[in-house]
């Protein structure tokens, strides 16, 4: 399945709130594109960010998919994002932007400072119709370096999730490696 809003749209957990946390891990840090009442920084245990999802929508295309991070179940791991607070109704226009492979999920949150909260995040789980798995740092970033859709360029996407994790004091060694790769590749 590669188009996941109408299954997203049948997905009504925490909906019955007036508001909702939504777990943002990826472009959502930096471009966001919709209102949030709050955001703080937030942990999600358990789980690691990956450019293992491809993407034929927004920074690729489908003969030249772009790479983008979705989470992968990693026993340790810590992901740290940021937590929003927004309405329910605002996962519409998130369920059609976070469509290609994508999976609206509940998952438990740290909240900055420690205290809990259920959340909802896009999860692009193994096998979807857009993934593409693991590969060789290398072969990954020079994937992004050369694709681009209509959201841009692929290593926009990179730069801009970097920037925004350094910001935030992440310490994520696979988008930095992939980073450091991707910019090694366009001075040669």
């Not at 919709?34 to 489908?62: I, N, V, Y």
């Not at 992004?144 to 994520?172: E, F, K, T, V």
Request: charge should be neutral.
């Amino acid at each position: 399945m590669l188009d996941t809003t109408l299954a997203n749209r049948h997905r009504t957990e925490l909906l019955d709130r007036d508001s909702i946390w939504l777990f943002g891990y990826g472009s959502i840090l930096y471009k966001t594109g919709f209102d949030c009442l709050e955001q703080h920084p937030a942990t999600l245990h358990g789980w690691a960010r990956r450019f293992w999802q491809g993407s034929h929508d927004h920074r690729g295309t489908p003969e030249a998919p772009g790479r983008v991070v979705t989470l992968v179940r990693e026993a340790g791991a810590r992901c740290l994002g940021l937590a929003f607070r927004i309405r329910p109704a605002t996962l519409a226009a998130l369920d059609v932007r976070e469509k290609n492979g994508y999976l609206r999920e509940t998952v438990e949150l740290e909240m900055d400072g420690g205290s809990p909260a259920s959340a909802v995040t896009y999860i692009a789980p193994p096998g979807n119709g857009a993934w593409l798995g693991p590969a060789p740092e290398p072969v990954i970033a020079r994937q992004i370096a050369d694709a681009a859709g209509p959201s841009g360029p692929n290593r926009d996407y990179l730069l801009g999730l970097a920037a925004s994790l350094r910001s935030l004091g992440a310490d994520d060694p696979h988008v930095f490696a992939l980073e450091s790769a991707m910019l090694a590749l366009r001075t040669r």
